[in-house]
């Protein structure tokens, strides 16, 4: 019970996070003490806010998201075209840009702790319970459920094996 409670904590900071956007304008520091939600494309090489290539993303998107990896728990949100993921058991949490890119719904993020695990994610498929995503890094493919109104999935998926 203990990890719903934790994973509820966290999808309910995320949202929180996602929903202040902080006026940064591209700013690639990390030593703000008080984290941007500014979203930025990781494919983007300036510093221009909002100018990426990944435009709106789809209503499907939208909303918190929880998995399990390697026994902790993942939590990514997305609002408009912003994206936030949290790990436990990590200090820094990541930020970035979700949407269409070149015909496929992408998610970019940057980590300030340097983690490239989950930089760069294609959508594989989503619907109103589940988005698979297959991330660039390490992680590989990995399976979310959607938190529905604060409230946590009644299961945890667990990390895809490719």
């Given at each position: 019970?203990?990890?719903?409670?934790?994973?509820?904590?966290?999808?309910?900071?995320?949202?929180?996070?996602?929903?202040?956007?902080?006026?940064?304008?591209?700013?690639?520091?990390?030593?703000?003490?008080?984290?941007?939600?500014?979203?930025?494309?990781?494919?983007?090489?300036?510093?221009?806010?909002?100018?990426?290539?990944?435009?709106g993303a789809s209503g499907k998107l939208q909303g918190?998201?929880?998995?399990?990896?390697?026994?902790?728990?993942?939590?990514?949100?997305?609002?408009?075209?912003?994206?936030?993921?949290?790990?436990?058991?990590?200090?820094?949490?990541?930020?970035?840009?979700?949407?269409?890119?070149?015909g496929m719904q992408m998610i970019h993020l940057t980590c300030?702790?340097?983690?490239?695990?989950?930089?760069?994610?294609?959508?594989?498929?989503?619907?109103?319970?589940?988005?698979?995503?297959?991330?660039?890094?390490?992680?590989?493919?990995?399976?979310?459920?959607?938190?529905?109104?604060?409230?946590?999935?009644?299961?945890?998926?667990?990390?895809?094996?490719?």
């Open positions: 019970m203990r990890t719903a409670t934790v994973a509820a904590a966290l999808v309910g900071a995320l949202a929180a996070l996602t929903a202040c956007s902080g006026g940064g304008g591209g700013d690639k520091t990390a030593s703000s003490a008080t984290p941007s939600a500014t979203a930025a494309s990781a494919s983007s090489s300036g510093s221009s806010s909002g100018s990426g290539a990944v435009t918190s998201w929880i998995t399990t990896n390697g026994g902790k728990i993942v939590a990514l949100v997305i609002t408009g075209k912003k994206a936030g993921l949290f790990v436990t058991g990590r200090k820094a949490w990541c930020q970035g840009a979700a949407g269409q890119e070149s300030p702790d340097g983690n490239k695990d989950r930089v760069t994610g294609m959508v594989d498929s989503v619907d109103a319970k589940s988005m698979t995503v297959s991330w660039s890094g390490t992680t590989g493919k990995e399976t979310y459920t959607k938190a529905e109104g604060g409230k946590l999935p009644s299961a945890l998926p667990t990390k895809v094996k490719k």
